[in-house]
């Protein structure tokens, strides 16, 4: 584990975050876009500036060496990485703090603090990366006392099988230490997101993260083969295996369930040999539903892309006005084994079909993905979290919902939330603001859009505004057939949804499963179900 500080109220790590100059350029863009004439920013928080209640907890000594109760370690574990959670950091209004901070060295630390746990009846809050922008990881306002248990320290690739292309890893280790660690062998877990640099890959298994690669290997679940797992009822460890028809798969029961049933401390997962072979371009289309039918098309020929992004024009490029007509679609292939030409020929056949135009500098370009309009994008894609907390101190509000629905019902679906967002956007704030949507992952049966919204705040109450307009997209989600979340979890912001989509049978079943693993409640009370 870097010994780099991560900052407690922003995304990154200290010292990191967008130079004077990106700042200067970012706010330039957003001016022109909203046409604003200057910002009022509020000055970014320090430790000090921010009280908290005194810890609620009395660490024993035998703990001492890796419980904290660090004013610092409290403050950057109190909330998530979204927009929110940074505006309320700016506000300096941090009233519900862990008491204490866990960072157990092994598994058998993981065991001495759930008993402690246990014995003084704290609240758990199980903490991977920290990057959680659904509050996943924030303490719940009416427990009596809490402990939230980082495992930062679990940061090892501890084996890696050459022959099945598998290796065991710690849950704790982050992105580019996993990836880090495992360069030698000539294998990569290729399971990368925007949130890569700071979170864990037993968070990526809790939440079901999207990876990477836009089909066929989209979710976590596609990799994980076994699991080692901690609970307060005892530790289990499932079998290492291709697949097997013995049952419920019991690794699926801890994928996805957010901490709540007990804490991801090993998994093996499925590698692969890095990839040799690339190309990549962009291709332009006159309008989003020709570019979706053009994708769906691609999705649904075999050919499996690892990027097919299809992004609203005026996402594609910063410097868009909002509105601009088009779409471009960044569509990349890669492989270990072979090279691609015949796999993007016939993907631009499609596209043309469509009446799609690409980028042919990209395709013999040495980086292929670094070119043209799908350079531009990536670019912006990996630093945006960076400018979270500059738009934050203008009072400039940036979030996104995402989901899944079937082809048949997109465009309906589509229509009607940007229809809602856009409403929703003049009605609380008496202002125009930028929504767009873009294909995070896709299916033969459906994408996944993803929709990004960017929109000046009225700084005094931009905290009610952001919910307001927040709550009303994600209950548009829900309320035209598609899902709260396609990767970004459930934990407290998407719950009331997840509940209406959820069958009540299910939600029954997963209260007896965490009777059994967790039978006082301690894990993560509040996220997916009540005890």
Same mark, same amino acid.
């Given at each position: ?33 909203? $046409? ?14 921010? =009280? /908290? ?42 009233? #519900? ?45 009416? =427990? ?6 980082? @495992? ?32 030698? #062998?000539?294998?990569? /877990? ?18 079901? #993260?999207? $990876?990477?690669?836009? +089909? ?14 901690? +609970? ?20 699926? /029961? ?26 990549? +371009? ?16 691609? +999705?649904?020929?075999? @050919? ?30 890669? #492989?270990?084994?072979?090279? /691609? ?20 500098? =990209?395709?013999?370009? =040495? ?7 799908? $350079? ?69 049966? $459906? ?47 998407h719950r009331p949804y997840y509940d209406r989509e959820r069958p009540e049978l299910f939600a029954a079943a997963l209260r007896a499963a965490k009777k059994a693993l967790d039978p006082r409640g301690l894990l993560n009370p509040g996220v997916l179900i009540d005890p």
């Amino acid at each position: 584990m870097t010994d780099r500080r991560k900052s407690f109220y922003a995304w990154g790590y200290e010292g990191e975050g967008a130079s004077d100059a990106e700042v200067k350029a970012f706010e330039a863009i957003v001016a022109r876009r909203f $046409g604003l004439g200057s910002f009022d920013v509020t000055p970014p928080p320090t430790p000090a500036d921010i =009280a /908290l209640r005194a810890p609620r907890v009395t660490v024993p000594a035998s703990l001492a060496t890796i419980v904290s109760t660090d004013h610092r370690d409290r403050l950057e574990h109190s909330y998530g990485k979204n927009w929110y959670d940074v505006a309320r950091m700016f506000l300096r209004a941090v009233p #519900s703090p862990p008491d204490a901070i866990a960072f157990p060295r092994d598994e058998a630390d993981v065991v001495r603090v759930l008993g402690w746990c246990d014995e003084i009846g704290a609240t758990v809050i199980p903490y991977g990366g920290g990057s959680s922008v659904v509050s996943g990881i924030e303490p719940p306002a009416d =427990a009596a006392r809490v402990v939230t248990l980082d @495992l930062r320290h679990l940061d090892r690739v501890l084996d890696v099988d050459r022959v099945s292309h598998a290796a065991r890893i710690q849950a704790g280790v982050y992105g580019p230490a996993l990836e880090a660690q495992l360069k030698p #062998s000539g294998f990569t /877990l290729r399971h990368y997101m925007q949130a890569y640099e700071c979170s864990s890959l037993g968070g990526w298994i809790a939440t079901r #993260s999207g $990876g990477h690669f836009v +089909t066929l290997y989209t979710h976590i679940d596609d990799v994980v083969q076994s699991l080692r797992v901690v +609970t307060p009822a005892g530790t289990l460890e499932t079998r290492r295996l291709p697949g097997s028809g013995a049952g419920p798969a019991p690794d699926r /029961l801890f994928i996805g369930s957010e901490g709540i049933l007990g804490i991801i401390t090993e998994a093996w997962v499925r590698i692969r040999p890095k990839p040799v072979f690339r190309t990549a +371009t962009s291709v332009r289309f006159k309008d989003y539903y020709t570019g979706a039918d053009a994708v769906r098309d691609i +999705t649904q020929s075999g @050919l499996y892309p690892a990027n097919c992004r299809l992004l609203e024009a005026s996402e594609a490029s910063p410097t868009a006005a909002i509105d601009e007509p088009g779409a471009v679609l960044v569509l990349a292939f890669e #492989s270990a084994d072979h090279p /691609l030409d015949a796999w993007m020929k016939r993907a631009l056949e499609i596209c043309e079909h469509h009446g799609g135009t690409w980028d042919r500098t =990209a395709l013999g370009a =040495a980086d292929p993905q670094r070119q043209g309009a799908a $350079g531009e994008w990536r670019d912006k894609f990996i630093r945006m979290p960076y400018f979270i907390e500059h738009l934050a101190a203008r009072g400039v509000m940036a979030t996104t919902v995402e989901s899944a629905i079937t082809w048949d019902r997109f465009k309906d679906f589509h229509a009607k939330v940007i229809d809602t967002g856009r409403r929703v956007m003049r009605e609380v704030t008496g202002r125009d603001g930028s929504f767009t949507c873009r294909f995070t992952h896709l299916y033969p049966d $459906g994408p996944a859009p993803y929709f990004s919204l960017q929109l000046p705040l009225d700084k005094p109450v931009m905290l009610r505004q952001y919910m307001e307009i927040k709550h009303a997209l994600l209950d548009a989600l829900v309320a035209n057939g598609g899902t709260v979340t396609h990767h970004h979890a459930v934990g407290r912001v998407h719950r009331p949804y997840y509940d209406r989509e959820r069958p009540e049978l299910f939600a029954a079943a997963l209260r007896a499963a965490k009777k059994a693993l967790d039978p006082r409640g301690l894990l993560n009370p509040g996220v997916l179900i009540d005890p």
